[in-house]
Nanobody, 123 residues
Framework: QVQLVESGGGLVQAGGSLRLSCAAS????????MGWFRQAPGTEREFVAA????????YYADSVKGRFTISRDNAKNTVYLQMNSLKPEDTAVYVC????????????????WGQGTQVTVSS
């Protein structure tokens, strides 16, 4: 059992930055891959970024590549999503997830999910 709690969301203007955090508790000794997903009203859940347990491998959606950076600090049991050059299209609820397998863009391969944090980017 792993519990994931996101934080760091809020309201920013276009071009601004936010850093989201995902704190894990429970079976944090397991070597989980981690991912970030987002969902805007009326849309399907969208893959954003993923990272291997070691941090050596990262993956990004084309829509955020070059603007977002995923990282992790296993000593703190925390995964981060640094979001720069934010656009109104980035507005969504951002959710972190943990996978017992390798990093993947498929949400049905993740085993644990957080509750989400709202990110709103104004024009």
């Amino acid at each position: 059992q792993v519990q994931l709690v996101e934080s760091g969301g809020g309201l920013v203007q276009a071009g601004g930055s936010l850093r989201l955090s995902c704190a894990a508790s429970g079976r944090t000794a397991s070597r989980y891959a981690m991912g970030w997903f987002r969902q805007a009203p009326g849309t399907e859940r969208e893959f954003v970024a993923a990272i291997s347990w070691s941090g050596s491998s990262t993956y990004y959606a084309d829509s955020v590549k070059g603007r977002f950076t995923i990282s992790r600090d296993n000593a703190k049991n925390t995964v981060y999503l640094q979001m720069n050059s934010l656009k109104p299209e980035d507005t969504a609820v951002y959710v972190c997830a943990a996978s017992e397998g390798p990093p993947t863009i498929s949400p049905n391969k993740y085993d644990y999910w957080g509750q989400g944090t709202q990110v709103t980017v104004s024009s």
